[in-house]
Structures are given as structure tokens and as C-alpha cells.
């Protein structure tokens, strides 16, 4: 797959069938969605393309919340590849772009650019200028300037329809075995491992501690049954998510008891892939009660992951 990350690097495209979206979470919806465009631009004999921007639109609202990105950058091209993808049109979201009308959204980008055929993308997708861009203008111009207009329906599993805003809230909640089924695959969390307060090796329970990175949504504060993946490996891991506060106050950090496992991993990069939440972060009287409840989730991680 090739990368494009501006718009002066596009040039001289071969014909495209192209799936627009953020993608912000590459789940089975838009994996849905991809893969059409994939299947028909095998059909037509021309490239596969996905448009979409390397930062969230919102980003350039003043006022606007910040929206919480699932998956790193890096991670979204390697599920989009793949998916069978040529082209990933990976391009910032500018002031120049947030201005445009849609109709020259459409054929500055994505007939003069992107040399579109045909495109797919879901019944809500909005572009141009004050997002006045739907569907049904696509389908119009498309007509016009030469190129086929596909609306998807969304992907809907157990009665909801697949979503990034449904899965951040499954995450924020804890609830990573639901977050999961509508994701695709397990929610990760990567970083490069710190110096933490080493209480954990003092009480049998060696951890590898990962700042969090605040522009990813993160999971409700608690204790996780987990995978640890270090070098392409997973090992089996108990990690806890929150601010310790039974021995003091810490910022919403993550660490991670790793089974059967002693290597040194100080400042090098270790992703933590949630499974299935164990109990609520709770304040304890003492260390020793506290210590007690670790050595039962990792009891339980144990059990759960067949050790």
C-alpha cells in the first residue's frame, strides 16, 4: 500500500474506487465499508483507495471537545493495508479544506486528485464547508462528473449499529470483551515503559508502568486481565489502569504484572491489549489488604488465561 500524507504528494493517480470516512477506529463497520470498495475496484480492474484525514475535523473547531482517537496512526494504515488497500490518502485536515464548498470538494480532491471511479462511504458521511456535503450531492455530482456513488448501510451486531462514538463508550466504561465484538479485534494501548514507584517488586508483584498518552481513549480506572505484547509476542498480563489511591496521588497511568516473565523493559515500547475487566479500582485501609487483592486478580487472570 502506498501512503500519501499531503496533497502535493498526489499526482498522476490511476483510476480509484475510494472509501471516504475518518476511520478513527477501522472497526467491523468500516472494515465493511473498505472491503467493498476493495471487492470493486478488483471488478473494474482499477486501484483501491481509502480518503481519509490524519486529524480529527473537529480538531480545528475553537470550542470543540477534543474527540479521543481508538487507534494510532501507524496502526490504522497497518489495518487498512490489510484490508487489500492500494492507496491510503492519509491527508491533515487544513483550513483550506474546511473552507471548501462541497461541490469543490468533490472535484478539486476527489476527481482532479484522486481520480475517483466510484466511491463508498456510510449514509452520515458529511464534507465541504460547514459539512453541508451529503450522500445525495455525491450521487448528483457523480452523475455529472463521471464517477458511481455508493451509500453503505451500517454494519449493526446484537441490535446497535457499529460506531466509533458506541465503542469509545464501551472503553471509557470498562466493558472490553463487548468493546471487542464491535471493534474486530482486542482494544490496545501502547507506550514506552517508565520508572514507577517500584512498590510492586517490594510486595511480590513486579510491574512495567506506561504513562498514558492523552489524546487516546483510555479505560475506566480498574484492574484487566491482559495481554502484554512485547517484540511481536504476547505474554499473558494482569494490567491495572488508574491513580493508586491506596498509596497516594499519582496521574491515571497503566501497569502491568506480566506472568512468567523476567526480562528488563525499561524504555522499550510495549503495547497492553484488554481482554477482560476484573474489578473497579478501590481505595484499601492498608498495602497488605491491597496486595491481597492484586494476588486474587492475578488468581483470576491466571485461570482465565489457562496457566
Keep these: 500500500m502506498i501512503i500519501f500524507n499531503s496533497l502535493e504528494e498526489v499526482n498522476n493517480i ?11 477506529g477501522v472497526h467491523k463497520g468500516h472494515q465493511a465499508l473498505i472491503s467493498k470498495a476493495v471487492a ?18 473537529k480538531s480545528l473547531i475553537p470550542g470543540a471537545k477534543p474527540v479521543l482517537n481508538i487507534i494510532y496512526q501507524d496502526e490504522k494504515a497497518d489495518l487498512i493495508e490489510a484490508l487489500g488497500v492500494d492507496y491510503l490518502f492519509n491527508i491533515e485536515f487544513t483550513k483550506e479544506i474546511q473552507c471548501m464548498e462541497p461541490v469543490d470538494f468533490i472535484e478539486k480532491l476527489l476527481v ?8 463508498f462511504c456510510g449514509f452520515n458521511y458529511r464534507f465541504g464547508y460547514k459539512a453541508a456535503g451529503n450522500t445525495e450531492l455525491l450521487k448528483e455530482e457523480g452523475k455529472k462528473m463521471g464517477f ?3 451509500e453503505i448501510e451500517p ?6 449499529v457499529v460506531s466509533s462514538t458506541l465503542i469509545r463508550a464501551l472503553i471509557m466504561s470498562g466493558e472490553m470483551d463487548e468493546c471487542a465484538k464491535y471493534l474486530g479485534r482486542n482494544y490496545d494501548v501502547g507506550g514506552e515503559v517508565v520508572v514507577g514507584n517500584r512498590l510492586g517488586r517490594t510486595i511480590g508483584f513486579p510491574t512495567s508502568n506506561i504513562m498514558l498518552d492523552d489524546n487516546m481513549v483510555t479505560p475506566q480506572n480498574g484492574v484487566y486481565i491482559t495481554n502484554c505484547i512485547y517484540n511481536g509476542v504476547k ?15 499519582y496521574k491515571k497511568n497503566m501497569e502491568t504484572h506480566i506472568f512468567n516473565f523476567d526480562k528488563e523493559l525499561y524504555g522499550k515500547y510495549i503495547r497492553i491489549e484488554f481482554l477482560k475487566k476484573d474489578r473497579d479500582e ?8 491491597l496486595s491481597a487483592h492484586i494476588a486474587k486478580s492475578c ?5 482465565y488465561h489457562g496457566l
Excluded: M
Excluded at 490511476?14 to 478513527?24: K, M, Q, T
Excluded at 482532479?112 to 466511491?119: A, G, I, L, P, Q
Excluded at 478501590?282 to 489488604?289: L, R
Excluded at 488468581?299 to 485461570?303: G, H, L, T
Design 235 to 249: 505474554y499473558p498480563s494482569v494490567t491495572n489502569v488508574g491513580v493508586k489511591p491506596t498509596i497516594g496521588e
Design 40 to 57: 470493486r475496484a478488483k471488478e473494474l480492474g482499477i486501484k483501491s483507495a481509502v480518503f481519509s484525514f490524519s486529524n480529527h475535523p
Design 282 to 289: 478501590a481505595k484499601f485501609s492498608s498495602v497488605e489488604e
Design 155 to 160: 454494519v449493526i451486531i446484537e441490535g446497535e
Design 112 to 119: 482532479e486528485k484522486f481520480n475517483v471511479k466510484e466511491t
Design 299 to 303: 488468581e483470576n487472570a491466571r485461570k
Design 148 to 150: 458511481v456513488a455508493n
Design 14 to 24: 490511476e483510476p480509484c474506487a475510494i472509501a471516504l470516512g475518518n476511520f478513527d
